[in-house]
């Protein structure tokens, strides 16, 4: 864990944190005041969100990075899609060299890299066959243009809860039941964006993650979730759905990591769960080397990680995300070392929740 996961991502304090805090405190009421005013300017429609003709899906959370938000953004575009809509995300493509908007999945070929189109947004255009996938800072003008080229009659907004410029019939915000909130502070002295008052713009609350939470703390995230919205939250698992080759076209299935040995790699918010997942599908974790959030992986930094492609076909596997695979170069993705997990969100309670929220932003909008 990094000095950073221990400040921001340990809920209980030890020795010296507070010390190591004090100096962002200036920092962090600089930022609430901002958020504040950002806030009080559109709720009193000084600074008007614009609208669309169609209904607008938020996914979104309080805390940066971590949470859970892609794994939502997919079952919530797959329960759109079952109702018949004709479904585009418009994705921020954070972590791209890009920032114009751009069409990253047309619905049928993927357009972009991930280099190109962000990591997520990628991820989002592999794993939702039929929705087209759009990227870029202004989603405003992505939704005219998901709507112009895709005729798309619903739009999923994704990390969009602070997004407020586009109007929207359904905030989702999702938390990681485990840790919703970190050590409680905002940026920079912690990993929020907005306190977690800010519930009350929701329409519904996520909990991801649920299998790493203790009973008494879900009961709590419940008691949150009906009081900021007025709805039971959703409430979901991370299971595991396969292991991939590097190039995600080659399945291995869960059992072959079943007594392994295997190291290994990863560059998203929050590793730890990773971690865990890998170790519950019954390998024995060797090793790991953990980047940061988004990172470009090179291939010389993977190289004595990965080994020599040629050599003992029983050397431990190195086992990546889904979202970290979808940054690898083709040699290194080619790698035949080198594996990737696949997970979903399984939503365990809360399905008539999701869909009468859903059912409600729909009904606001005539079908075109």
């Not at 921001?8 to 405190?25: I, V």
């Not at 005013?37 to 938020?58: I, N, T």
């Not at 797959?78 to 751009?102: M, N």
């Not at 930094?301 to 431990?316: F, I, M, T, V």
């Amino acid at each position: 864990m990094s000095l950073l996961d221990a400040l921001w991502w340990k809920e209980r304090p030890f020795p010296g944190r507070g010390a190591l805090l004090l100096p962002l405190l200036g920092a962090e009421w600089a930022f609430r005041a901002a958020a504040w005013a950002r806030g009080l300017l559109y709720d009193g429609r000084v600074l008007r969100a614009a609208e669309v003709d169609v209904p607008v899906v938020s996914i979104g959370n309080l805390a940066v990075g971590g949470a859970g938000k892609t794994p939502a953004a997919m079952t919530v575009a797959a329960r759109l899609l079952a109702r018949g809509r004709r479904v585009a995300v418009l994705s921020r493509g954070y972590g791209a060299v890009r920032s114009d908007a751009r069409v990253v999945s047309d619905g049928q070929s993927l357009l972009l890299s991930a280099d190109e189109g962000g990591d997520e947004a990628v991820l989002l255009a592999r794993r939702l066959p039929g929705v087209a996938v759009l990227c870029g800072l202004r989603r405003t003008e992505l939704a005219r243009l998901a709507r112009a080229g895709f005729a798309a009659d619903a739009l999923l907004l994704d990390d969009g809860f602070q997004h407020r410029a586009l109007s929207r019939d359904l905030d989702v915000v999702v938390l990681d039941a485990g840790n919703p909130f970190g050590n409680g502070h905002l940026l920079p002295r912690g990993p929020n964006r907005e306190p977690r008052a800010a519930l009350r713009r929701a329409g519904l609350v996520w909990l991801s993650r649920v299998e790493g939470a203790t009973a008494n703390g879900i009961e709590k995230l419940r008691a949150l979730a009906r009081e900021a919205t007025g709805r039971d939250p959703v409430e979901a698992r991370h299971r595991p759905l396969d292991v991939l080759d590097g190039r995600l076209a080659t399945s291995f299935g869960l059992d072959s990591l079943k007594g392994r040995n295997v190291r290994l790699l990863s560059g998203i918010a929050r590793p730890g769960g990773f971690r865990r997942t890998v170790e519950a599908l019954g390998a024995v974790v060797t090793g790991e080397r953990v980047f940061p959030d988004h990172h470009r992986f090179r291939e010389a930094e993977l190289r004595d990680w990965l080994g020599s492609p040629k050599g003992d076909a029983a050397r431990e596997w190195v086992v990546t995300t889904e979202k970290d695979a979808v940054r690898l170069g083709p040699e290194v993705a080619g790698h035949p070392h080198l594996r990737a997990l696949r997970i979903e969100a399984e939503v365990v309670r809360g399905e008539e929740a999701l869909g009468e929220a859903l059912d409600l932003a729909l009904a606001r909008h005539r079908p075109l």
